[in-house]
T-cell receptor
Framework: GDSVTQMEGPVTLSEEAFLTINCTYT??????LFWYVQYPGEGLQLLLK?????DKGSNKGFEATYRKETTSFHLEKGSVQVSDSAVYFC???????????FGAGTTVTVRA | GAVVSQHPSWVICKSGTSVKIECRSL??????MFWYRQFPKQSLMLMAT?????????EQGVEKDKFLINHASLTLSTLTVTSAHPEDSSFYIC?????????FGSGTRLTVV
């Protein structure tokens, strides 16, 4: 079945550092790919998404490119802020049943 | 944008009692609602998929008699944890499909004492 493998955390960074969170997937078809962010005590918020190969999703300085050849969707941000401290989830959606499969989540802590 | 309102945000209940969690789509019709459970520091696990007017489809290993899901209207889906026990303590999140992807409720922290 479909699955998502996400870089394990926790990740601790200093402000203005570069952030990369690796995500690879396994899918039989052509899934849509997502990054969600969860702040403490809250539900998930969509950060960005890509629906086909070579698409680049971007939002709030974060970027991720749908790489079919490497089955990857790595999340990057060039200069993180304290407010970026959260748990980040990579996810894919099977277009047949629209179920979301999530990675394990990566906790990111940014220190001032 | 599409908003799903989830209530309550937290609840504490005694062992053996039942708890109902509601998810309402505020500005759109949610034909499909997904219910997830999240253990501390872990990912979201899909429990079931509900479609308006039909029985929910449960994932393998999820007890349908314990986690009752009702999706009686296009704007309301409910999850009832029946005869709750401490091991049911968790963070429950609903999610609805929208034209642009998915929107999530803010989650319900259930603590069974």
């Amino acid at each position: 079945g479909d699955s998502v493998t996400q870089m394990e955390g926790p990740v601790t960074l200093s402000e203005e550092a570069f952030l990369t969170i690796n995500c690879t997937y396994t899918a039989t078809g052509y899934p849509s790919l997502f990054w969600y962010v969860q702040y403490p005590g809250e539900g998930l918020q969509l950060l960005l998404k890509a629906t086909k190969a070579d698409d680049k999703g971007s939002n709030k300085g974060f970027e991720a490119t749908y790489r079919k050849e490497t089955t990857s969707f790595h999340l990057e941000k060039g200069s993180v802020q304290v407010s970026d401290s959260a748990v980040y989830f990579c996810a894919l959606s099977d277009r047949d049943d629209y179920k979301l499969s999530f990675g394990a989540g990566t906790t990111v802590t940014v220190r001032a | 944008g599409a908003v799903v309102s989830q209530h309550p945000s937290w609840v504490i209940c005694k062992s053996g009692t039942s708890v109902k969690i509601e998810c309402r789509s505020l500005d759109f019709q949610a034909t499909t609602m997904f219910w997830y459970r999240q253990f501390p520091k872990q990912s979201l696990m899909l429990m079931a998929t509900s479609n308006e007017g039909s029985k929910a489809t449960y994932e393998q290993g999820v007890e349908k008699d314990k986690f009752l899901i009702n999706h009686a209207s296009l704007t309301l889906s409910t999850l009832t944890v029946t005869s709750a026990h401490p091991e049911d303590s968790s963070f429950y999140i609903c999610s609805a499909r929208t034209g642009n992807g998915y929107t999530f409720g803010s989650g319900t922290r259930l603590t069974v004492v």
